[in-house]
């Protein structure tokens, strides 16, 4: 009976206890609260592309008693993430949560830790990599006698390989594997031997994911170069590529022609082949090449202080520019083509060789610059064509003319003294002698006669 009458005390302070224990869960739940959003968050992750940014979570408490820290361990690196406790009002406080941008090759993870006294939450942060190729060499060397050439690059991102079929025939080089290990990717490729000239092929890397297209050049060096070559450009621009970059077979080469359309690409290909103490070539015909738009590829000392002898410039081109044979010691001949309008100041001084100078006859040279001629040497004949446009006196000055042909009618207005041509015969049509003999600059010359069959 006594043992009936504590049951209800035993009751009481059961129900006592579940009363407490539910009071202090209402308690602390109504300290710690999160809307929708922020338990999604918490449930499922942040997860952010790899540029920089900025995101917010709302936290609902009485106080502000939250704290937010970085949860990773040593081995982590969480400078990434800048982390901000910002308080509302009506017991609403903020965490903005900084990430930078992420310039690595590898998506990256940190963890935010909430704390609330003994209530913990975690938030994990994954940031993605951006997409990229990374392509060490855009041009690939490969040697004339073939073989099995390998070409790396580094992608974190899936790519698809194949050699370009565009511009080139690639037939002479073969894909065999595109093998990825991690971020590093390795084409093996299949190389004929080369017994042509210089060739290319272009190694594609295409990125469907962000829809781009990487290329690599892979050229070929030419076969063994003979004294006598002919080249034929059949794209302009390619000349670099039809040489090749081995130094030491290009100077087996002593006489070159070329035709086909040149660039100024090309010129500077030409250029770097024909100067130099170590330039082997004697004699260039370039009388069969066409030149860009402007008629005026030739550069300004194209062939300066180079060992060439002769030269056959291009049929179309216009001017022979600013110091273009200067000084080439060993020229000894050279063809002024119909086209030519102008001769530009010093084109041909220091060329001591220079013997003849031939002008066609449908030259339409209309201007010669100072000193173009000032070559230190004895020309027997020069004959110029007609032209229409005033010519300095120092045009002439500084070689040895024997004999000057004019087929002018009417001397030339120059401007300036005549100086260093009173050794020479000047040759004029028939009926302008007296002309001549009365005219400034052309009343110095040695003699004034009639043209004549030379």
Known sequence: MNNMKKYPLYIIALLSCILFLSCDKTKHEDTWWFDNETENLFTNGLFVNYESTCRVITIGCNSDSWIATMNNNDNQNDSWITINKEEGNDGISYCSIKISENKGW?????YVKFTNGNDIRLLTIKQE?????YIPYKLVQITREGGMVEVSFEANVNCECSISRIGWNPSWIKMVSHEKDGQTNKVVLKVDENLSLGRQAILDISIAEIGTTEHITLQQEPRLFNENENINIYTEGTLGTLLGSDIANCRNIRTLTLSGRLNVSDMICL???????????KNLNMFSCTTDASGNTILDEMFSNSNIERVNLPGDLKCIPYKAFYRCTSLDSINV???????????FAGCSSLKSISFDS??????IGMGAFNTKSVIEDLVLPTFNVKMPPSALYGCTIKRLHLTEEVPPILVGEGKGLQNTILYVPAESVELYKKAKFWRDFKEICPQQTY
Do not use: H
């Not at 990599?129 to 190729?133: F, S, T």
């Not at 250029?271 to 070539?281: E, F, W």
């Open 337 to 347: 083509e119909a086209n030519i309008k102008k001769i530009d100041i010093l084109a």
């Open 271 to 281: 250029y770097r082949l024909t100067n130099g103490p170590n330039s082997s070539i």
């Open 129 to 133: 990599a951006e997409k990229r190729v």
């Open 362 to 367: 449908y030259c339409q040279l209309a201007e």
């Open 106 to 110: 590898n998506e990256r993870c940190a």
